[in-house]
């Protein structure tokens, strides 16, 4: 059967949650789910049984979906308080004659078992490509023959009682997270490709409550910071230009307004209540012209912390995050970076909105990650699958997404 994978990322206003199933080379959406939170502040979970509760609010929508039970999955952390290091590691190969992915583990795991973490946690160790008997330079070298097995590795970590809360409270919800990475690492899996693989740049999700400026390295993430700035200040300052409640002055930056107000028109207009419950007609050009200024201050201070992040060339920077969604957008970040700039456009069938990024691309890590090591795992119970297909009456031989398209791919 394909391999199905289910990721878990709890952001400050909402747990976003998808199942994939992979297909020879390609990832297919099967189902996914978003639900309210208010049980995170600044990337720190507040109130973990809360969250957790949310958090089985979502599984359940994603179970009624699909008809399976979800208890494993991939969980995005936060990188507050990450840190970041390279150590190198060797091996000597079980057999000199055929390098296996059994090597590979065992690289990491002596090399990551030799290291006082003291206060921290380790999240993600990335191998920087690997060498061969002290010569050959690889990216992949199962089927090599050789003696030694050797290579740098990015060390990431975060603070233990972070960590450590976030993964209680989607184990109170029912599911074991049999692995984890931070956002970052899945913002970047779901736009990488083969160019950005060998360049350097940087990925920016723009949160709630905060954004995230990540620096990529030929696809390792290399450095971090986090900026106390998010959607919900464009809110703020539409509530306090307008004397509107919050909720409200939301509605008008998802429904309304333009991140790039030489997009937006003049003539529109739209009616909302204010603080004292009286009609109040916005127009449109004036409105954008609020949001814009204050989205270009998170493009800036975006662009800043890229600097002061890395002094290499910048090959591409990407945005993604929910206000990346917002109209006149792509155009803003074009003119802003000059060219060098893009909105994330997600490539996988059925998922058409950048809050998933995040949980998306750490299924696709995961994968890419159990390749490495010539791995496989499924994250359902491969009995259950089998006999929902058979009730369909289709063989097992295609794509579940093909079998159950009809009946609750709606995203």
Do not use: W
Not at 180 to 196: A, L, M, R
Not at 305 to 321: A, D, F, P
Request: hydrophobic residues 35%; charged residues 25%.
């Amino acid at each position: 059967m394909n391999n199905i994978y289910t990721g878990i990322d709890v952001g400050t206003d909402s747990v976003k949650i998808v199942v994939v199933e992979k297909i020879k080379n390609s990832f297919n959406l099967l189902a996914s789910s978003v639900t309210p939170t208010t049980h995170i502040h600044h990337g720190e979970v507040t109130n973990v049984r809360g969250l957790s509760k949310d958090i089985r609010d979502g599984l359940n929508d994603i179970e009624d979906m699909l008809g399976l039970k979800i208890d494993k999955a991939i969980s995005c952390l936060n990188p507050i308080d990450l840190h970041m290091d390279i150590v190198h590691g060797s091996v000597e190969v079980e057999d000199p004659n055929n390098i296996s992915g059994v090597d590979i583990s065992n690289l990491l795991n002596e090399t990551i078992s030799s290291i006082d973490f003291g206060e921290q946690e380790l999240v993600t160790s990335t191998p920087i490509n690997f060498v061969v008997d002290g010569v050959k330079k690889v990216y992949d070298p199962k089927g090599i023959a050789g003696k030694t097995l050797e290579s740098k590795i990015v060390i990431s970590s975060i603070n233990k009682s972070s960590m450590y809360k976030m993964l209680e409270a989607i184990k109170l919800a029912g599911v074991d997270s049999v692995d984890v990475c931070f956002k970052s690492t899945g913002d970047y899996y779901t736009i990488k490709n083969e160019g950005y693989d060998k360049e350097v740049g940087a990925v920016i999700n723009i949160g709630e409550d905060s954004t995230n400026v990540a620096i990529f390295n030929k696809g390792i993430q290399i450095k971090n910071n986090v900026i106390n700035v998010g959607s919900v200040h464009v809110d703020r300052d539409i509530s306090y230009m307008f004397n509107c409640n919050n909720d409200v002055a939301r509605g008008v930056k998802e429904e309304f307004a333009y991140a790039f107000a030489d997009d937006a028109d003049e003539n529109e207009e739209m009616t909302i209540k204010d603080r004292e419950g009286a009609d109040k007609v916005l127009k449109q050009e004036g409105v954008s012209k609020v949001v814009e200024a204050r989205v270009r201050e998170i493009l800036k201070l975006s662009y800043d912390e890229i600097k002061n992040l890395t002094n290499r060339k910048i090959s591409y920077i990407i945005i993604t995050g929910g206000l990346s969604e917002m109209n006149g957008m792509d155009h803003l970040v074009e003119i802003y970076f000059n060219g060098l700039c893009k909105v994330c456009k997600i490539n996988v069938m059925g998922i058409r909105h950048n809050k998933y990024s995040s949980a998306l691309g750490s299924c696709i890590y995961f994968d890419d990650k159990l390749t490495l090591r010539g791995k496989s795992y499924n994250m359902v119970n491969s009995e259950k699958f089998n006999n929902i297909i058979s009730t369909e009456g289709m063989s097992t031989n295609d794509g579940f997404v093909s079998k159950m398209f009809g009946r609750f791919f709606d995203v």
